[in-house]
């Protein structure tokens, strides 16, 4: 939605989250990319929400049940624990209200896991720092004025979010500029300078 | 005047005998109608295309809108114009006839065949006129139901319909869930709002103030509110199209002239245009048969009749849903089709959901419009691997 399709290093380490067979709501679920994934290879119950037309028209001819709609707007209408899994790919951070979005993920489902571009980055740091402009990288290309984020955190912003929610973080992963996972047991500091994305796997 | 005799006549046949096939029920199959009569015997008039399969599990069923009928991909025997939904199915079309069985039913109540106002009462031998009793969504359904059994098909592959069609839709889905398995109603909604039962009322008040209508007993009175009739369509045809559409193929361009006559004539387009969707529909529709089907869409209410909750309509459904709505569409806005899939979602069916971005307004589902082929045609193919009727390509 918000980053190149061929960048999605993420969805690896999401569908590895995932188990076998669950039900699972993908929002933001873009063309399909991850739902189709985890509908061949786990078997899941798979729902979808995209916002653009193109994705949901392409989504729905995968044969994936998709609703055109947004995460602020429509996430209120889903029953609670109505999934095992909610996913938030790299959509956080184009919401309005992130922490409603958050509330709403754990409130619909057992688990929620939420990827997102680590806006506390090294290269983010730097090239606000040396060229004083906001960062246009491989992975946020989009200028200040006609992004689609809004609402950018660093690893660090949404630890401290998941507190204010009350979820409990079960697993986090951050990812290196190649799609790496960075070593588990690196420091938070570590993530949050050299993690380019990272997956949460959250509860309540 | 020779020509309009022969039509008259012809649109007399088509409601007692019509040219397309019919099936008839008899005595020992009456029809149990909501308003609490049964109505028997009674006969369905309807079209198919394609072949049913061996396992009969190709079976698409099209329900049409309120003035539609029973030829969706065949000339239309009264007007002679191509079939209604022509630009979508046929061979090697989005709805391909040559791998699915499609079966279209003009509903109860309706004009072109299936028992309505215009047919013959058996028990005093005249029109039924007024003496029908109400139908409802529901009844048109069951009579559906009767005419899949009559096929000897247990399921149906799909049931998809537009507008009063997609009332039907979502009437089959609620109502024989194990029968349908993939829904797919396009700009509908699960109740009348009471906008459009408003507007429906203005069409059956034209209707009825007709002189001509004789207290609904025109027929034996040997006259037609043609009039009225023209009315109700025109004011309905506004509420079809959008303000867009309509500034944009009419804006206040004047008809066959250079300036305002300062009278009643027809110095817009718009006007002229209007008076033509008027006289054109009363040579095919019946009068009473209008004031029935416009009843039945105005009582419409599946939440109603689900203790007042439309996710109850549809608990436990395994049906795979395909909810279409178009943007510039003020009789069933997007936001009636919300509520179906906010329902649907309760319910934890399996659905998707398109709103069509187009100026062409409640219409739209009748036009090429390119984003709700594709929608319909990926919908469709999916459902059809799901069901084993098509390769995984």
């Known amino acids: ?204 | 005047m020779a020509a309009a005799r022969a039509t008259k006549k012809a649109r007399k046949d088509e409601a007692n005998d019509p040219s397309s096939e019919i099936v008839r029920f008899g005595a020992e199959q009456p029809l149990q109608l909501d308003a609490g009569a049964l109505l028997s015997p009674f006969q369905i008039a309807y079209k198919t295309y394609g072949t049913l399969n061996a396992e009969r599990s190709n079976a698409i069923l099209v329900c049409h809108a309120l003035t539609g009928d029973q030829h969706v991909a065949s000339p239309n025997p009264v007007t002679g114009k191509p079939g209604w939904w022509d630009v979508l199915i046929g061979p090697g079309l989005i709805i391909d006839t040559d791998r699915y069985f499609i079966i279209c039913s003009n509903v109860i109540g309706g004009c072109l065949g299936s028992t309505g106002p215009a047919s013959i009462n058996p028990e005093t031998n005249k029109p039924y006129g007024l003496d029908l009793p109400i139908i409802t969504i529901r009844d048109m359904v069951r009579a559906q139901a009767m005419l899949v059994d009559h096929f000897g098909i247990d399921r149906l592959f799909a049931v998809v319909g537009g507008s009063m069609g997609g009332m039907q839709v979502l009437e089959w889905a609620a109502s024989f869930p194990e029968r349908v398995f993939c829904a797919l109603p396009i700009a509908t909604g699960a109740r009348h709002s009471s906008q459009n039962i408003a507007f429906h009322e203005v069409g059956r008040q034209a209707v009825m103030a007709d002189p001509e209508w004789c207290g609904g007993k025109y027929i034996e009175a040997g006259k037609r509110p043609e009039k009225g009739l023209a009315v109700a369509r025109m004011a309905a045809h506004i509420t079809y199209l959008s303000e867009s559409a309509l500034h944009r193929k009419f804006g206040r361009n004047l008809q066959d002239r250079e300036v305002l006559t300062f009278g009643f004539d027809a110095d817009f387009q718009i006007e002229s245009y209007l008076r033509h969707q008027g006289m054109t529909f009363v040579d095919r529709f019946d009068a009473n048969s209008y004031l029935y089907m416009t009843r039945a869409m105005d009582y419409f209410d599946l939440a109603a009749d689900h203790g007042g909750r439309l996710a109850d309509a549809f608990a436990g459904t395994s049906t795979r849903f395909c909810v279409v709505s178009f943007t510039s569409d003020w009789l069933f806005p997007t936001s009636e089709s919300r509520q179906i899939v906010h329902a649907l979602n309760a319910a934890g069916a399996s659905v998707s959901f398109v709103e069509i971005d187009t100026d062409r307004g409640h219409d739209a589902f009748l036009l090429d419009e390119p984003e709700l082929f594709s929608a319909i045609r990926g919908f469709i193919h999916s459902a059809a691997r799901a069901r084993g009727l098509e390769e995984t390509p």
């Open chain 1, 1 to 204: 939605m918000s980053t190149n399709a061929a960048q999605r290093v993420d969805l690896a380490v999401i569908a590895d989250l995932i188990t076998p067979r669950a039900r699972v709501l993908d929002v933001g679920c873009g063309d399909g990319e991850l739902l189709q994934l985890l509908e061949r290879d786990k078997q899941v119950d798979g729902r979808g929400v995209e916002i653009s037309q193109r994705g949901v028209n392409e989504c729905v001819g995968r044969g994936l049940s998709v609703i055109q709609g947004d995460a602020d707007a429509d996430l209120g209408f889903y029953p609670d624990k109505g999934f095992d899994f909610v996913v938030l790919s790299q959509t956080l951070q184009a919401t309005r209200n992130p922490k409603a979005v958050l509330d709403d993920l754990l409130r619909i489902g057992n688990h929620a896991i939420v990827s997102f571009p680590n806006f506390g980055h090294w290269q983010v740091r730097l090239s606000l720092l040396l060229r004083g402009r906001m960062p246009v990288t491989k992975d946020l290309p989009y200028s200040w004025y006609d992004t689609p984020n809004i609402h950018f955190c660093t690893i660090r912003d949404f630890v401290n979010l998941c507190d204010e929610v009350g979820a409990t973080v079960e697993s986090a992963t951050a990812l290196n500029a190649a799609g790496q996972r960075i070593g588990l047991s690196m420091p938070w500091w570590f993530w949050n300078f050299f993690g380019q994305q990272a997956v949460f796997l959250l509860k309540r």
